[in-house]
């Protein structure tokens, strides 16, 4: 459990008075402060059997992604009214330590420049990794492992988060109500049943980053052949069916022609790869149509992203035109992420300049790539600028010659575990990672192999769940209620 009052008091409360338990093994994520445990020792020495503080305080949520679990982290570091964004940062600084120990590397912290929050955070971590690395069980130094950490903010990329994903897992969690990653769905016979998207499930994590026009029912069929046999697997195959229809139903109903939109405005060419001169003329024709709010009020930052700013007025005439005049913080609030968003009606930020994937084989409407994906794949061939990408602290060997590190390695590596002997990338992203750039990992890793990316964040986010923070940053700590939600609750 957390070392944190509350935990502990409500531990002390199963033993206190009468105990539910004959004895208990405690296992602290973190370390645990005096008082709590002197506390806990006081009410409970008799029943502890075990504990131990284990140095873990993230949460692995795939093999190559990790979460801090607090998306309250957003409104901490980007709402102005925020009191508690020094503290945020320190925690998340805390959490990164434990991943690193856990993954026992001691790596050289980079954050992207420009950014205030990344190079705070980069700052903390690497002072407490030092602390943390002083001296090992046989009271040597650690020395740096061949491993970089990047600390870069949400602010990098606006993008990736809103447009409408095409591949499987990110397309399923924007457009279908996956909560807690469970998918809820009736059976044939009408019953309501449900299925854990994870690790577990094997034909999910082979298909998850599968662009949805592969998953077709042959596809499926072939690849339950070639998996170990197992009666799940016929569950497995009846609920991706299931999944991916539902997907297609959304995609038939709307979101294929919004895709066209959305990709012409991203990437700024369209299908034949002519520029894009006048993005009005995209973005009206969704503005025109029954489409939802949201998909409105995504597709108008696509085009505002695009044109790397507006001016007020033109601002003010699309906030008409979705008619959201009562919400336009869906839109304002954006200049708090720093980077290149309207900061008085005018942008200031220019666009990063982005790698020529032109002779890359993509479906139309999945042209866009996301920028973390060109940052890992320059970080992996040490081709990042040294004035964009400060180092906060002195870079490991393997990371600081001028060839690409997979040169370094004596061998490529043929599997997972082989892996282990090459570099890692650590990256992390202050206020939320999309599930198109968790992809971006395992595809960079898949094409290096000598290189482990690993990326994480306080959070995962979709693309409403980033509308309704943005929205609610201007909202006081104590204000995030809805109405609805207040009277529920």
Same mark, same amino acid.
């Given at each position: 459990?957390?070392?944190?009052?509350?935990?502990?008091?409500?531990?002390?409360?199963?033993?206190?008075?009468?105990?539910?338990?004959?004895?208990?093994?405690?296992?602290?994520?973190?370390?645990?402060? #005096?008082?709590?445990?002197?506390?806990?020792?006081?009410?409970?020495?008799?029943?502890?059997?075990?504990?131990?503080?284990?140095?873990?305080?993230?949460?692995?949520?795939?093999?190559?992604?990790?979460?801090?679990?607090?998306?309250?982290?957003?409104?901490?570091?980007?709402? $102005?009214?925020?009191?508690?964004?020094?503290?945020?940062?320190?925690?998340?600084?805390?959490?990164?330590?434990?991943?690193?120990?856990?993954?026992?590397?001691?790596?050289?912290?980079?954050?992207? %420049?420009?950014?205030?929050?990344?190079?705070?955070?980069?700052?903390?971590?690497? %002072?407490?990794?030092?602390?943390?690395?002083?001296?090992?069980?046989?009271?040597?130094?650690?020395?740096?492992?061949?491993?970089?950490?990047?600390?870069?903010?949400?602010?990098?990329?606006?993008?990736?988060?809103?447009?409408?994903?095409?591949?499987?897992?990110?397309?399923?969690?924007?457009?279908?109500?996956?909560?807690?990653?469970?998918?809820?769905?009736?059976?044939?016979? =009408?019953?309501?049943?449900?299925?854990?998207?994870?690790?577990?499930?094997?034909?999910?994590?082979?298909? @998850?980053?599968?662009?949805?026009?592969?998953?077709?029912?042959?596809?499926?069929?072939?690849?339950?052949?070639?998996?170990?046999?197992? @009666?799940?697997?016929?569950?497995?195959?009846?609920?991706?069916?299931?999944?991916?229809?539902?997907?297609?139903?959304?995609?038939? %109903?709307?979101?294929?022609?919004?895709?066209?939109?959305?990709? #012409?405005?991203?990437?700024?060419?369209?299908?034949? =790869?002519?520029?894009?001169?006048?993005?009005?003329?995209?973005?009206?024709?969704?503005?025109?149509? $029954?489409?939802?709010?949201?998909?409105?009020?995504?597709?108008?930052?696509?085009?505002?992203?695009?044109?790397?700013?507006?001016?007020?007025?033109?601002?003010?005439?699309?906030?008409?035109?979705?008619?959201?005049?009562?919400?336009?913080?869906?839109?304002?609030?954006?200049?708090?992420? =720093?980077? $290149?968003?309207?900061?008085?009606?005018?942008?200031?930020?220019?666009? $990063?300049?982005?790698? *020529?994937?032109?002779? #890359?084989?993509?479906? %139309?409407?999945? @042209?866009?790539?996301?920028?973390?994906?060109?940052?890992?794949?320059?970080?992996?061939?040490?081709?990042?600028?040294?004035?964009?990408?400060?180092?906060?602290?002195?870079?490991?060997?393997?990371?600081?010659?001028? =060839?690409?590190?997979?040169?370094?390695?004596?061998?490529?590596?043929?599997?997972?575990? *082989?892996? @282990?002997?090459?570099?890692?990338?650590?990256?992390?992203?202050?206020?939320?990672?999309?599930?198109?750039?968790?992809?971006?990992?395992?595809?960079?890793?898949?094409?290096?192999?000598?290189?482990?990316?690993?990326?994480?964040?306080?959070?995962?986010?979709?693309?409403?769940?980033?509308?309704?923070?943005?929205?609610?940053?201007?909202?006081?700590?104590?204000?995030?209620?809805?109405?609805?939600?207040?009277?529920?609750?």
């Amino acid at each position: 459990m957390s070392p944190t009052a509350k935990c502990v008091d409500a531990f002390i409360a199963d033993f206190k008075t009468k105990p539910k338990y004959k004895a208990a093994y405690v296992y602290f994520t973190d370390y645990c402060p #005096d008082d709590l445990f002197n506390n806990m020792k006081m009410y409970c020495a008799k029943y502890i059997r075990v504990c131990k503080e284990i140095n873990m305080s993230f949460m692995p949520q795939e093999a190559q992604v990790f979460t801090c679990d607090n998306p309250g982290a957003f409104q901490s570091i980007y709402s $102005p009214k925020s009191q508690d964004k020094k503290k945020t940062l320190e925690t998340l600084a805390d959490q990164l330590v434990t991943l690193c120990a856990t993954l026992d590397e001691y790596p050289g912290v980079r954050y992207k %420049n420009n950014m205030v929050n990344a190079k705070a955070l980069a700052e903390l971590v690497d %002072n407490k990794l030092a602390k943390h690395y002083e001296l090992d069980d046989s009271g040597k130094k650690k020395d740096k492992t061949q491993a970089q950490l990047l600390i870069v903010e949400r602010g990098i990329d606006p993008v990736s988060p809103i447009l409408h994903e095409l591949t499987y897992q990110a397309m399923a969690y924007d457009l279908i109500d996956i909560q807690n990653d469970t998918y809820k769905y009736k059976a044939k016979d =009408g019953s309501e049943k449900q299925a854990l998207l994870n690790e577990d499930d094997m034909l999910w994590v082979k298909l @998850r980053h599968k662009h949805i026009a592969d998953i077709t029912i042959s596809n499926l069929a072939q690849m339950m052949k070639k998996m170990p046999a197992f @009666r799940k697997q016929v569950t497995e195959k009846t609920i991706h069916l299931q999944l991916a229809e539902d997907c297609m139903q959304h995609f038939a %109903n709307n979101v294929e022609k919004l895709c066209k939109a959305e990709q #012409d405005l991203a990437v700024g060419l369209d299908v034949e =790869g002519v520029k894009v001169k006048d993005p009005m003329r995209t973005l009206l024709p969704v503005l025109l149509n $029954p489409y939802s709010t949201h998909d409105k009020i995504r597709a108008v930052l696509l085009y505002i992203f695009s044109l790397n700013g507006t001016t007020d007025e033109n601002l003010s005439k699309l906030i008409q035109h979705v008619k959201i005049e009562d919400e336009r913080e869906f839109i304002l609030n954006w200049k708090e992420l =720093g980077g $290149p968003y309207h900061h008085i009606g005018i942008f200031f930020s220019r666009k $990063p300049t982005r790698r *020529d994937r032109s002779q #890359d084989q993509t479906y %139309n409407l999945s @042209r866009w790539t996301p920028v973390i994906k060109d940052v890992m794949e320059d970080a992996v061939e040490n081709k990042l600028d040294t004035t964009e990408w400060p180092h906060q602290s002195e870079c490991p060997a393997a990371w600081n010659g001028s =060839g690409a590190v997979s040169a370094r390695q004596k061998h490529k590596a043929s599997s997972q575990d *082989d892996r @282990r002997t090459g570099s890692r990338l650590i990256i992390f992203v202050v206020g939320g990672i999309s599930y198109s750039e968790m992809r971006c990992a395992y595809e960079v890793t898949q094409a290096v192999k000598s290189c482990e990316v690993i990326i994480g964040s306080s959070h995962i986010l979709t693309p409403t769940g980033l509308l309704n923070d943005i929205k609610a940053l201007s909202k006081g700590p104590m204000e995030t209620f809805t109405i609805e939600e207040r009277s529920n609750a």
